[in-house]
């Protein structure tokens, strides 16, 4: 139930994400969801055992509001800077790139929150790690041209 806030929102921001980055070049929707990611992040740090689960669904909001907002324009830029008859093959490296990314991610935080004991210690832990990784990623983001990506044919 905690991540319906999250999933609910996720079409209306891969458009405004979109058009984020017809107006302003990829990189603009790319580090703001990093920065976005990494404040979420940094929100979720105040949840203690007493912590109301609607206060922690509203908290997690800009994680997973972040995550929207990248996609479309990451994926858009790759298959941008690919010739047409290389778009599959982009796309394939880009979702398997990504599977990866979270298939390590559970296995360096699964461990920090499978204790009961340590699942508190564990998530402020995970979300310290999460914050750096986004605030890199947002910095190498930062260094993409500004230009605009070519329309899409309908």
Same mark, same amino acid.
């Given at each position: ?18 058009? %984020? ?11 703001? =969801?990093? %920065? ?41 830029? %790759? ?49 310290? %790690?999460?914050?750096a990784g986004l605030l890199l990623t947002a910095g190498a983001a930062a260094t993409l041209p500004r230009a605009e990506l070519r329309p899409? =044919?309908?």
């Open positions: 139930m905690l991540f319906i806030p999250v999933t609910a929102l996720v079409a209306v921001v891969n458009l405004a994400s979109a058009k %984020l980055a017809a107006r302003f070049g990829p990189r603009v929707p790319m580090v703001a =969801e990093q %920065l976005v990611g990494a404040a979420g992040s940094l929100a979720l740090l105040t949840v203690s055992p007493h912590t109301h689960v609607g206060t922690v669904a509203a908290l997690m909001v800009p994680v997973g509001l972040g995550g929207a907002l990248a996609a479309p324009a990451l994926t858009a830029l %790759l298959l941008d800077t690919v010739p047409a008859d290389r778009a599959g093959t982009a796309s394939a490296v880009l979702n398997t790139a990504r599977q990866v990314g979270g298939a390590i991610a559970v296995a360096v935080f699964g461990p920090l929150l499978a204790g009961a004991d340590t699942f508190l210690s564990g998530m402020r832990w995970s979300m310290l %790690l999460a914050v899409t =044919e309908p």
